[in-house]
């Protein structure tokens, strides 16, 4: 069968679909991350400093690594440059409000910024934009949501509160009501049983009084003629 034949071909096919197949699997195994944590809004006072977190992971490590950090998706409000795992980020342009306080030679690649004096007009979306030459130049971002307040408002607990309290205090009516439940049989049976023993030694008694079949008087001898 030569080489180049369609037989030959569609052998091939199922090869080279999972050699791409495994690529794939590999790209994503080594992929970049960018995250915000486990909630993706924020809350903030008016004229307060407020933190903006984003971490990224990679498992083929970073070279030349550029973050950026927009505001509404096109206003860029800082953006920054790391060499390597070895080096901090170095400043290239952004904001004067925005301070970059991360750290990319820990564990963690850490790529937060913290916007200060904050004004309502700051309200908005906040992407963590990351790309890496060395992952071909693979890009992600991660999106965070700020709402600025004059403010803060406390929660009313007391609702929830009365709703414990009340779920509680039915529990322990169910709970004392099951014991005095159990106490009441228990007494029951104590003195149904109490008769039963009763009954068996009075019907035992009247019997050898009264002469009846095995009592006391059927044992005399009869007597003589």
Known sequence: MAPGSPAARHRAAPRLLAALLGLHIF???????????KT???????NSNVLLPCTFTTCMGFQDLVFTW??????????????????EP??????PRVEFVGSTTKKDYNISIVLNNVEFSDAGKYTCH???????NAQHNATIFL????KMVETDNTVTLIIVGVVGGLIGLLILFMLIKR???FIIKKIQDGKKECLVSSSGNDNTENGLAGSKA???????A
């Open 27 to 37: 790209a994503i195994a080594f992929a970049l991350e960018v995250s915000v944590g």
């Open 40 to 46: 993706n809004t924020v809350m903030a006072l008016n």
């Open 70 to 87: 927009y505001f509404n998706s096109t206003e860029m409000i800082y953006q920054g440059k790391i060499k390597n795992t070895a080096t």
């Open 90 to 95: 170095t400043f290239v342009t952004g904001n």
């Open 130 to 136: 990351v790309k890496n030459p060395k992952e071909r």
């Open 147 to 150: 709402t600025v307040v004059h």
């Open 183 to 185: 106490v009441v049989l």
């Open 218 to 224: 059927e044992q005399k001898a009869p007597p003589k």
